[in-house]
């Protein structure tokens, strides 16, 4: 189904990983598919929707124009096209410039917990001097970050979550840069899914200030202190490897 949507039709600019403030833009939807119940599929020339991938949600958001109103329930990334699902609210869609607009309170809310799920990997090696191997992680609700190994102990955990949110005051910055391989292997060669990675020409690299790098597609906060609060809400052991729940909390919803 995803293939014959995306037969013939180029990849698409995943313009979240220049910009993840971008919350709307204007793009060319180069082919949709309209399916019973209003129902549709649109894929744009770019987009800032993100797809569900690596434990991060997907983007929801709108696509219009002066003709058709659809609202997007999620994003997927399918051979390098991003391929829009949602329903048509009004009109008819048609291959034309649009606007597409991602609800920013949700992304917002995915780029504070993704870039804190970073921090915790830092923080957790800092106060246990254990190097972490991530798993897995999942940043919608109910929240988790994934290691291989035993839990920190209670006394740890608290370590850990206090040096979070120190090193959260301190504001520290997060930098993005596009690398090669050689780069890559160089700069980032002990980041946990260095092996896991597809190949690519250019790679995109992640490091908080003072941390270590990692190879991320994701979408992260520029500062720190955009965050708010990290709080570790429990771990739980699951065979080899545990999940670390946790949230983030700004003074007002904390
Ligand atoms: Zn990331």
Sequence with gaps: MLGE????????????????????MKVRIVKFVQERKKRIYI?????????????QPSDVGLISSDNFKVQIMKAMLYKGRI??????????PRVEPVTIEINWKWRYLLMRR???GHLL????????????????????????AGYRGDPPAKDETLKVE?????IIDERRKVKISFIDKKELLNLASEAPNIHRLPEADKYRLVQIEGCKPIPCTGTHVKKLDEIGKV?????RKTGSSYKLYFD????SNS
């Design 121 to 144: 990997d830092h923080c957790i090696e800092g106060v246990t001097s254990r190097n972490v191997f991530t798993t897995d992680s999942w940043l919608g609700d109910n929240c988790y």
């Design 248 to 251: 983030v909390e700004t003074s």
């Design 114 to 116: 993704h870039t804190a």
């Design 162 to 166: 206090a040096l979070a949110n120190k």
């Design 231 to 235: 709080k570790i809400k429990e771990t």
């Design 43 to 55: 894929v744009s020339n770019k987009t800032i929707f993100h797809p569900k991938s690596g434990g």
């Design 5 to 24: 949507i995306i037969r013939g039709i180029n990849t698409t600019e995943l313009s979240y990983l220049y910009d993840s403030y971008k919350r709307r």
């Design 83 to 92: 391929i829009h699902f949602g329903k048509i609210l009004e009109g008819e």
